[in-house]
């Protein structure tokens, strides 16, 4: 009989050492995470910072939910970013949602051109993907961030590029936009597209391709252990 138990007992304790625990496998437990995002617009021969990015958005979710996707029809909160760089809907309307964790906008106020921020971010479990969602304010409803970017192990770093939110025309006239360059916010010329690529200042309104274009990837996002 005793045999019989140390043989049980042998047999239960290494299953429990080959099952790993949900603290080892990076699934359970609470994580903290350092989110730097760098501004990589050119200066400019104009004014410092030509294409500010707006304070960040920043989203920690499930698997089953969706802040934005790029072929699909940008949300009212998503819209009110990257037209007017207006989070406060966004922090109500996800805030709300089955698979939401957390819902922030990052201190600092606007990142320039060249410029880092630093933000802190938790997950947990399966509250494993970050979104972010940050406009760039000289422009109509051009954005840029990260679509449910599955945060794990050592983190990792993304080059973003501009997006296109499609809710307004790129008309690029100083009436229609709220950065410094013209400082109107809230004014609107209704387009209704798909969020695509940006195509960049073109010229085809007020706005100087040399002063506020840009070319590649807009910003660098990158994320680490905290």
Not at 39 to 65: C, E, K
Not at 98 to 112: C, K, L, M, Q, Y
Request: charged share 15%.
């Amino acid at each position: 009989m005793k045999r019989l138990l140390l043989g049980v007992l042998f047999a239960v304790t290494a299953m429990a050492l080959l099952i790993p625990s949900a603290a080892s496998s990076g699934r359970g437990g609470t994580h903290h995470w350092l989110v730097t995002i760098t501004n990589l617009t050119p200066p400019g021969p104009g004014p410092p910072g030509s294409q500010p990015l707006s304070p960040p958005l920043f989203v920690v979710h499930s698997n089953g939910a969706e802040v934005w996707s790029v072929a699909e029809i940008a949300t009212h909160p998503v819209a009110a970013i990257a037209e007017d760089a207006t989070n406060g809907l966004a922090e109500s309307a996800y805030g709300d949602l089955p698979g939401v964790r957390e819902v922030f906008t990052g201190a600092g106020g606007p990142i320039p051109s060249g410029v880092s921020r630093t933000y802190m971010v938790e997950t947990s479990g399966h509250f494993d993907r970050l979104s972010v969602v940050t406009m760039l304010v000289n422009t109509n409803d051009g954005f840029t961030g990260l679509d449910s970017f599955h945060v794990y192990g050592h983190g990792a770093t993304r080059e973003t590029m501009a997006y296109d939110a499609g809710s307004e025309r790129n008309n690029e006239e100083l009436a229609y936009i709220p950065g410094p360059c013209c400082g109107h916010p809230f004014v609107r010329d209704p387009e209704g597209a798909l969020i695509r690529m940006h195509e960049g200042i073109t010229g085809r309104g007020d706005l100087n391709p040399a002063v506020y274009g840009w070319t590649g990837p807009v910003a660098r996002i990158q994320v680490s252990r905290g």
